[in-house]
């Protein structure tokens, strides 16, 4: 008998087939994806440990930098705070001793000034040469006063200062007010040896520079002074003496005037009497008045003052000094080349003389070299020219001096009467007595002319010498109203 069940068919079996290779492809997929997966992962973790690696060495490397510099910054901050080791710079010419941090740039560009620095100088270098230093600079007192000095190194700028201590002696620390670049830096003023010492700052760290100013010291030059063997000029009509150049050389055309080469192409120096009182608010030049905007009031050596102001014509810059003295006036000109031939040709301007030779100006007492004569009896003494000479026939009561024979020289005449009744005596014949002190002493003057065959000028004194006695002067014939007043001048009473 025939089978008849069905038999199971090829795509039956396929079928079956497929169904139990699934799993062995999943399977497989997975695997391969797991192991992708995973040799990309460990590629990326080893990238990013590499990566990880090289940031730390980087950050290392920027530690190592920065501990470096910081490192630096303070050994150079050592260095500023530890003194021992700055460097000294000292000037003997002009006295002082400074010191500024090892490795700083000092630059003396003229004489007497200094600029420290951080940095080396460059040419064109923004925002200009020495911005960011320290400079120290002198100049010659030369009789200005001192506050006046620092009102005219700010000129128009407002500014403030405070007392301070530097190099040993009193001085000034003062900053600008004002806006811009400078503005508020600090200046330090001091004043010793006939000279100032300005210390300033444009910018630049304030703190180091202070430090510096603090080890500033002041003494007296150990140079000769550049004056010592300059010649010196001596005027016998207003009793003054100035010293000035060795090459300088006097003028055959002009009367005290000098020169130092060629007269026509050199400036010239002179020295002329205004037979004048001075009046500085009324200066007039040979142009016309001065304004007085333009007159500077300076007080020169022995505190006398004097007044500067310039003439300016085609081709010569005069700077003129005048001093008063009495009715008369000194006047010292200074007068240089401006024109262009001179700008052209060697020269040297003859006012860069004027500081040393005003400096050594002065007035002197033209009873230095006179002699004395002592009154041991009435108690009293008196200078008198040296061309005087004692006349042998003196008494203590009556003392005469002879210049050009008798009768011209100086009398002296001791007497027993009232001071009141002489002075009315001299009042009936004489109209124009004047009162006088010298020496805390007050005498009673008046002059008279000699008339025909008596001629001269006779200059009589009178004061009170004891309870009993008065004192009679007369400079007669020869004499002149200055040099009674300086006889006078040197009478002293002796107790």
Known sequence: MLNTSPQPSEPMFIA??????????????VITALLVGGGVYALQTISANKKI???????????????QKTDNNQQDKNKQDDLSSWQTYRNETYGFEIKFPSGWFIYNDLAGSIFLQPDKEIESKIPGPHANSLELKTVDKGGQDFN?????FYGDIKFVKQSVTLGGQKGYLSYSVCEGVGCGSHAWFVEYNNKFYILKVILGDGEVYQKIVNTLKLFKPTVNDPTANWQTYHNEELWFEFKYPNEFLVSKEYKNCFFISNEDKSGNFCIIIWDKKLDPNNIISIYGPIESKNIEEIIIADNVTSYNYSEIDAGHKTLKTVIPKNNKTVELSFGDCVSEECKTTPY???????????????????????QIYRNDEYGFEFKYPKEYFLNDASTNELISFDSEGPGAGLNIEIKKESLSNK??????????????TFNEKKWTI????????????????????DNKNIIIITLNRSGTEELFNQILSTFKFIE
């Open 16 to 29: 079956e087939k497929s169904k139990s290779i699934w799993p062995v492809i999943l399977i497989t997929v």
């Open 53 to 67: 690696k090289n940031l730390e060495k980087e950050i290392k490397t920027l530690q190592d930098q920065i501990g």
């Open 148 to 152: 006046t000095y620092i009102n005219n």
């Open 348 to 370: 040297f301007n003859i006012s860069n003389y004027k500081p040393q030779i005003i400096s050594t100006f002065k007035f002197t007492d033209p009873t230095d070299n006179w």
């Open 423 to 436: 002075i009315n005596e001299f009042k009936q014949t004489e109209q124009n007595l004047i009162t006088k």
């Open 446 to 465: 008046f002059y008279h002319k000699g008339e025909g065959t008596v001629t001269g000028s006779w200059y009589t004194a009178v004061t009170q010498l």
